[in-house]
């Protein structure tokens, strides 16, 4: 057992200010490492100490693992935490940390590597009952072998690079006659990307639903899960909305889901916060496909639910501590929403929007928090992830939560530059969205950037149609309010 008295936390944005956050509440000093882009950004000013570790680029700053820890030794750190990305899930930077005798807040580097090989952890997790999509458990190599086997498991199927995740390296295969060619691909991409040529091959479950189960676990042996998120709202592997918990879980699957989350954790000797994610079919077979060890970008929606710090958490854990709670002790408290405020154009494919937040009022109210790493008058920089907010709506139902994030919506102004908040809104009111009935294919299925546009000129069309039942003095104020910064007429009422 060994009390953190200083962390430093090798990140930036908005999750570097949430870990400071939590660890001010511990009494533990903070450190913050930033790029010369950063200079002037709120977790630099948040911290106790800060350290410049180079300029902009992350492969000059945030990913050079030397820099940070000569930032600890600076400094007398005694801990660092990664935060989501830059290091996170970098089994070496884990073992260095260790090595120069820090405290790294996380699961250890076997565990990370583990992971890292989606066919290593397969083949971990089968010995504990979880169940798999079909597939094959051996990288492929043999192409006639490889064509025998898929026509076994019945077209479509996936080939996967087993050092890929999140989506990186996977090709569909229709039919046979493809084969071969996405077989090359895959393996090329494969080798570029990761320096690993290894592909596998799994049947392709055409439209799932990705639900995700929060685990931790301690450094005795127990470990819990926190229930699941919902994260099936996603374009190109980005997720936009998350929820928890899943609107299509029953008590029953929860509970076999959840074991089987604990499985895979057991079965990598895991401890800290780490996640596991399954796809769910339409007849709701789950199958387990990876595990990110790390604190997920979207942990707030479990955190709403459970009212648990899940930083603390992750603290305590790293000095030695025991779990706290059993997996008996655990509830869900009613339901929560997040969407993701990233500075992209919704209308225009979502190209980066990046710019100056002109205007930027954060909503308010009962139940609603914003995680952000920015104010009013600040620069996006696009050095790193769009990424501008994420906006968490906590209610007793599903239902009521919506309708707060959409209230919530329409009270974030944010000027200067376009959001995906409209796009959020969009899916907010669809009806595959509140009747709970959609997959990962939803912004495929129903969204069209014309549909944004269309709603926009609605509202736009509305207020002219107002302005002209009235007299011309009122216009002219009308005119007056909507020309100043606040208005967010334009902005979010799409
Ligand atoms: C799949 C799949 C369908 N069948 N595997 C994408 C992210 C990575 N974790 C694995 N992914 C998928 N694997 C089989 N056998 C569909 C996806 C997938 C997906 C998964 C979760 C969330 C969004 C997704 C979007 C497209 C595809």
């Known amino acids: 057992m060994k009390k953190i008295k200083k962390l430093l936390v090798a990140n930036r944005g908005e999750i570097a200010l949430r870990i400071m956050r939590s660890a001010r509440e511990m009494g533990i000093k903070t450190v913050a490492v930033y790029s010369e882009a950063d200079r002037q950004a709120l977790h630099v000013r948040f911290a106790d100490e800060a350290i410049c570790i180079g300029p902009p680029p992350s492969a000059q700053s945030y990913l050079v693992m030397e820099k940070i820890i000569a930032a600890a030794k600076q400094t007398g750190a005694d801990a660092i935490h990664p935060g989501y990305g830059f290091l996170s899930e970098n089994e070496d930077f884990a073992a260095l940390v260790r090595k120069e005798g820090f405290i790294f807040i996380g699961p250890s580097p076997e565990s990370i590597e583990l992971m890292g090989s989606k066919l290593a952890a397969k083949a971990a997790v089968a010995k504990f009952n979880v169940p798999l999509v079909p597939g094959t458990s051996e990288p492929i190599s043999d192409l006639a072998k490889a064509k025998k086997i898929a026509t076994e498991i019945g077209y479509p199927i996936l080939i996967k690079a087993s050092a890929g995740g999140g989506g990186k390296g996977m090709r569909i295969v229709d039919a046979e006659p493809d084969f071969e060619t996405q077989m090359d691909r895959a393996v090329s991409e494969a080798k570029s990307a990761f320096g690993d040529g290894s592909v596998f091959i799994e049947k392709y479950v055409t439209q799932p639903r990705h639900i995700e189960f929060q685990i931790f676990g301690d450094q005795h042996g127990n470990v819990v899960h926190l229930f699941e998120r919902e994260c099936s709202v996603q374009r190109r592997h980005q997720k936009v909305i998350e929820e928890a918990p899943s609107s299509v879980l029953t008590p029953a699957l929860r509970k076999k889901m959840g074991e089987a989350a604990v499985n895979v954790a057991k079965a990598a000797n895991y401890y800290n916060a780490g996640t596991v994610e399954f796809i769910v079919d339409e007849n709701l077979n789950f199958y387990f496909l990876e595990m990110n060890t790390r604190l997920q970008v979207e942990h707030p929606v ?78 996006v920089p696009f050095y790193y992830d769009p ?101 967010n007429w334009k902005k979010n009422r799409t």
């Not at 479990?302 to 779990?323: F, H, S, Y």
């Not at 007793?396 to 939560?401: F, I, L, P, V």
């Open 302 to 379: 479990t955190e709403e639910i459970t009212g648990l710090d899940l930083v603390k958490l992750q603290i305590l854990i790293a000095e030695g501590e025991k779990l706290p709670f059993k997996q008996e002790d655990l509830k869900i408290n009613g339901h929560a929403i997040e969407v993701r405020v990233y500075a992209e154009d919704p209308a225009n494919n979502f190209l980066p929007d990046i710019g100056t937040l002109k205007t930027y009022i954060r909503p308010q109210g009962h139940g609603i928090r914003v995680d952000d790493g920015f104010e009013q008058g600040m620069a």
């Open 387 to 487: 990424m501008i907010a994420k906006m968490i709506c906590h209610d007793s139902t599903r239902e009521r939560a919506i309708t707060k994030t959409i209230r919530a919506i329409d009270e974030y102004t944010i000027t200067g530059l376009e959001t995906t908040l409209s796009f959020c809104r969009f899916v907010l009111k669809h009806e595959a969205f509140t009747s709970g009935n959609f997959d990962t294919k939803f912004v495929e299925k129903y969204f069209k950037p014309e549909l944004l546009r269309a709603q926009q000129d609605e509202t736009e069309e509305l207020l002219a149609a107002l302005l002209a039942t009235l007299p011309t003095e009122k216009v002219a104020q009308v005119a007056a309010i909507e020309s100043t910064p606040v208005s």
